[in-house]
C-alpha cells in the first residue's frame, strides 16, 4: 500500500477545522537587543537575514553577553526545533527551524512559534508554514517595506486540524503527513550535502593538478608524461603584455540601459570562473554614435573584473550570444603564436590573490590594465619554440579541462537536483495540506 493511499484511508471521514494559530500555539516576539553591544563572541543572536526559508541559518551572526542586560531574557532562548519567521525586511514570512543544539536568542522583529503539545505537532506547523509564505507576506503588507503583525498573522491565518474532537487521532494523523514531508526534506538535504562534498573534492583536485602544472618548479613531482614532456624545456617568464593584448570596456550609459537588446557585461556578472548573464543591462547600438565592434564578446573571450567587490575575478564566455564589455571589466586578448587562451585562464584562475593585490586590496580595490600587464608574469614553456611550446600548453589545458568539465557538471547539477527536488516536496505537501477549505465546509 502507497503511503498515500494509506494517508487516505487514515483520512477517510475525517473532520477537518480550520484554527487560527492563536488557537493552537502561542508566539513570542524578539528582544531589542542594541547594535553598540554586539560583539564579536559569547551567545549567539538570532535576526531576520539568519532566516532562509527553511532554516536557521548561524553563519554570520552577532553574538552578546547576559551581563550587558539586566532583564531576564530565558524567554527569548532559542531550542533545537523552534521555528521562528522574519517579521520585516527583505526576508519577511519566511520561516526556518533551528536544527543546533547552541543555545540562542530572538532579536527583534524574530518571531518564534511555541504549539500547544496536545494539538499542534511541531513539524506539521513547520510544513504549514512553508506552504503559507506568499500568504503571510500579504499578511505583512507586502511592498518594497512589509512589517508583519504578531496579532495579524495569530488571528487571520488558518490551519488545518484534522478530528479536532480526538486529540490522539489528530496528532496521529498529523505526524503521518509530517513523517512523509520530512522523507522528502531529508532527501534533499543528503542529496545537496553529496553533490557539495563532490563538488569540493573536485575543486581541491582541479586545484592541486592546477597548482603542480603551472608551477614550473624543477623539483615538484609531475605525471610522467608531463615530465617527458617538458624534460630539458626552457621555461621563460614573461609579462602578459608580451603574449597577449587586452581590452578595456566601454563606458556604457545607465540612463539607456534597456530590459531587452544587447546584453552588457558588468563586472557583477563575472563569478570567478564563468561570465554568468542571469541578471543582465541590455542597450541599444542604436543610442550611440561610437563604434562599438571592438567591445564585443565573443565565445571563449577571457574577461575579469577591474573594481568592486569581485576585482580580480576571471570568467570565460561559453555562450554563443552576441554581449558587449562595460567599463571596469576587461577582456584578453592572446597572441595565437604565443599563447594558449585556456593556458591563460587556467593561470589567472591560480592568481586571482596576486591580481586583488596589484589591485592594491582593500576595501575599494582598482585594477589598472597597465599594472595587470606589465607587472603579472606568465609561464612560457620552450618560448624559442612556438610549435612545442602551444603542444605543452596544450597538454596542460586538457589536463586542468577534464577537472575544469567535472567541476561545472556539478555546479550546474546540483541547483537542477535541489529544484527538481524542492518541487516533488511541494507536490506533495501540496497534496497533503489539500484539507476542503473553510468555505467548503461550511458549504
Known amino acids: 500500500m502507497s503511503e498515500l493511499s494509506y494517508l487516505g484511508k487514515l483520512l477517510d471521514g475525517v473532520e477537518v477545522e480550520w484554527k487560527t494559530l492563536k488557537d493552537v500555539c502561542d508566539f513570542k516576539n524578539g528582544f531589542a537587543f542594541k547594535s553598540s553591544l554586539f560583539k564579536e563572541t559569547g551567545l549567539p543572536i538570532v535576526r531576520i537575514t539568519n532566516i532562509d526559508g527553511f532554516n536557521v541559518d548561524l553563519d554570520e551572526v552577532k553574538y552578546f553577553s547576559l551581563n550587558d542586560y539586566k532583564e531576564d531574557l530565558s524567554s527569548f532562548e532559542v531550542s533545537m526545533g523552534n521555528i521562528l519567521i522574519a517579521m520585516s525586511g527583505a526576508t519577511t514570512g519566511k520561516v526556518g527551524i533551528y536544527k543546533k543544539g547552541t543555545k540562542c536568542y530572538l532579536n527583534q522583529r524574530v518571531g518564534k512559534f511555541i504549539p500547544k503539545e496536545n494539538i499542534l505537532n511541531n513539524n506539521y506547523l513547520y510544513h504549514f508554514l512553508l506552504l503559507n509564505t506568499e500568504t503571510i507576506y500579504i499578511l505583512a503588507g507586502g511592498g518594497a517595506q512589509p512589517n508583519l503583525s504578531s496579532n495579524a498573522l495569530m488571528s487571520k491565518l488558518l490551519i488545518p486540524i484534522p478530528c479536532p474532537d480526538n486529540p490522539e487521532k489528530s496528532l496521529a494523523i498529523q505526524s503521518e503527513i509530517v513523517r512523509i514531508l520530512d522523507k522528502f526534506t531529508a532527501l534533499t538535504a543528503e542529496l545537496t550535502a553529496e553533490l557539495t562534498a563532490e563538488l569540493n573534492m573536485r575543486k581541491k583536485q582541479y586545484n592541486y593538478y592546477r597548482n603542480q602544472l603551472l608551477s614550473f618548479d624543477e623539483e615538484q613531482e609531475k605525471p610522467i608524461y608531463l615530465e617527458k614532456l617538458l624534460d630539458g624545456v626552457e621555461v621563460e617568464w614573461k609579462t602578459l ?67 568592486g567587490a569581485t576585482t580580480g575575478k576571471v570568467g570565460i564566455y561559453k555562450k554563443g550570444i552576441k554581449c558587449y564589455l562595460n567599463q571596469r571589466v576587461g577582456k584578453f586578448i592572446p597572441k595565437e603564436n ?12 591560480l592568481n586571482t590573490e596576486t591580481i586583488y593585490i596589484l589591485a592594491g586590496g582593500g576595501a575599494q580595490p582598482n585594477l589598472s590594465s597597465n599594472a595587470l600587464m606589465s607587472k603579472l608574469l606568465i609561464p612560457i614553456p620552450c618560448p624559442g619554440n612556438p610549435e612545442k611550446s602551444l603542444a605543452i600548453q596544450s597538454e596542460i589545458v586538457r589536463i586542468l579541462d577534464k577537472f575544469d568539465t567535472l567541476t561545472n557538471s556539478i555546479t550546474e547539477g546540483l541547483p537542477r537536483e535541489i529544484e527538481l527536488r524542492q518541487k516533488q516536496y511541494e507536490y506533495y505537501r501540496d497534496l497533503l495540506f489539500s484539507f476542503p477549505t473553510p468555505e467548503t465546509v461550511s458549504n
Open 241 to 307: 603584455k608580451d603574449v597577449c593584448d587586452f581590452k578595456n570596456g566601454f563606458a556604457f550609459k545607465s540612463s539607456l540601459f534597456k530590459e531587452t537588446g544587447l546584453p552588457i557585461v558588468r563586472i557583477t556578472n563575472i563569478d570567478g570562473f564563468n561570465v554568468n548573464l542571469d541578471e543582465v543591462k541590455y542597450f541599444s547600438l542604436n543610442d550611440y554614435k561610437e563604434d562599438l565592434s571592438s567591445f564585443e564578446v565573443s565565445m571563449g573571450n577571457i574577461l575579469i573584473a577591474m573594481s
Open 338 to 349: 604565443i599563447l594558449n587562451n585556456n593556458y591563460l585562464y587556467h593561470f589567472l584562475l
